[in-house]
């Protein structure tokens, strides 16, 4: 059965860093790509990044660009997410998505499998 997992997240001032992690299983392989996503309250899904499972082919959401980085740790079927400088604007429940990448918006009924999601607040 396929399953999500992310975490990572918490409280941190503007300008602080977080990583997040999502680590995955049950997917039928080859995984073609790996894709995180953020929702904030009352505003539609978002992708953010997307990686291929190499680590190869990473792709950013202007707002993030710069500032979040992308990555891959094959062994352990987990990909991270490494936020820096962070804004207040990024405050969100992140989520990750294997064999899903957009970058726009999204919505919930596009991929049958998200996470519970790890929620970052950026707040001074």
């Known amino acids: 059965q396929a399953h999500i997992v992310e975490s990572g997240g918490g409280l941190v001032q503007p300008g602080g860093s977080l990583r997040l992690s999502c680590s995955h299983s049950?997917?039928?392989?080859?995984?073609?790509?790996i894709g995180w996503y953020r929702q904030a309250p009352g505003k539609e899904r978002e992708g953010v990044s997307c990686?291929?499972?190499?680590?190869?082919?990473?792709r950013y959401a202007d707002s993030v660009k710069g500032r979040f980085t992308i990555s891959v740790e094959k062994a352990n079927d987990t990909v991270y997410i490494q936020m820096n400088d962070l804004k207040p604007e990024d405050t969100a429940v992140y989520y990750c998505?294997?064999?899903?990448?957009?970058?726009?918006?999204?919505?919930?009924?596009?991929?049958?499998?998200w996470g519970q999601g790890t929620q970052v607040t950026v707040s001074s």
């Open positions: 998505a294997v064999d899903f990448c957009s970058i726009s918006t999204v919505r919930q009924s596009q991929y049958p499998a």
């Open positions: 049950g997917f039928t392989p080859p995984i073609w790509i």
């Open positions: 990686i291929g499972p190499s680590g190869t082919g990473s």
